[in-house]
């Protein structure tokens, strides 16, 4: 997913500003058969549906309206390495792009995030766009609690019980679109106890689960991990407090208050 956003306080332009925007954002001279007809159409505030071959400049068609006209475009693609390159590409000429993807790292999904939280998105945009989606996802969940497959069917009829907890992103505002962080930080977790044998009592239990919040916490903050195990330690063996796992500006906070 593509978030391509606003530059400058651009207005919508006139039909004759059309190709100083094409050479002025993206260096071109004039443009290829069919996109001009498909960018008019969205500028207009039109629907339109453009069926190009492969290296015919489809991208141009959403990429220029987004930088003309208010607001945030949202772009969907199945192709994680195509949306890199054109967040790249629209990067390196100054145009305000980002992307929301399973590649990314789980710092760089909470700053796209944090960017539709601070109104690169504005949320009304956003939920029209799920809108669709809303329906779509609920229609294969009817779809599949009847398909004949019991266990397909079982868990489709628990995620619909619980369909409008689903959509609590989209209503509320604050809470992340996605649990993509959370997931990575479990995941380890769940590897290592596919490959062990377990603990061997409920203190091993326990142990397992501290050590790995600390080793997700520090990762998350990018602290280094040897270090805040070492320093913990020496504090142990002094009788002290172990270093805190809040980050810097939280215990700055605290101290202040």
């Not at 997913?1 to 059309?18: F, I, K, N, T, Y």
């Not at 498909?38 to 959403?62: D, H, M, N, Q």
């Not at 989209?170 to 990575?184: D, I, K, L, S, Y």
């Amino acid at each position: 997913m593509d978030l391509c956003g606003q530059v400058g306080s651009l207005h919508r332009p006139a039909p004759m500003e059309l190709p100083d925007a094409l050479r002025t954002h993206f260096g071109f001279d004039q443009f290829r058969p069919g996109q001009e007809s498909v960018i008019r159409a969205l500028l207009a505030g039109e629907s339109a549906l453009a069926l190009f071959p492969t290296g015919a400049g489809k991208s141009l068609c959403y990429q220029l309206p987004a930088v003309l006209l208010e607001g945030t475009a949202l772009v969907i693609s199945p192709l994680i390495a195509l949306m890199k390159d054109q967040v790249d590409a629209l990067r390196a000429r100054g145009i305000s792009a980002a992307r929301l993807d399973s590649s990314l790292s789980a710092q760089e999904t909470q700053r796209v995030n944090a960017e539709l939280r601070d109104g690169t998105l504005k949320r009304s945009t956003f939920r029209s766009y799920m809108s669709p989606l809303r329906r779509e996802v609920e229609r294969l969940l009817e779809a599949g609690s009847q398909c004949g497959v019991s266990k397909t069917e079982g868990a489709c009829q628990e995620i619909m019980k619980r369909r409008e907890a689903l959509w609590t992103f989209v209503q509320v505002e604050g809470v992340e679109p996605t649990n993509n962080a959370a997931e990575r930080a479990l995941r380890p977790g769940v590897q290592r106890r596919k490959i062990s044998f377990g603990t061997q009592s409920e203190e091993g239990s326990r142990f397992v689960e501290s050590m790995m919040t600390v080793v997700a916490t520090l990762k998350q903050q990018q602290r280094n991990v040897l270090a805040y195990l070492t320093a913990a330690h020496e504090a142990a063996l002094r009788g002290e407090a172990p270093p805190s796992l809040l980050p810097a500006g939280e215990m700055e906070s605290q101290a202040a208050a």
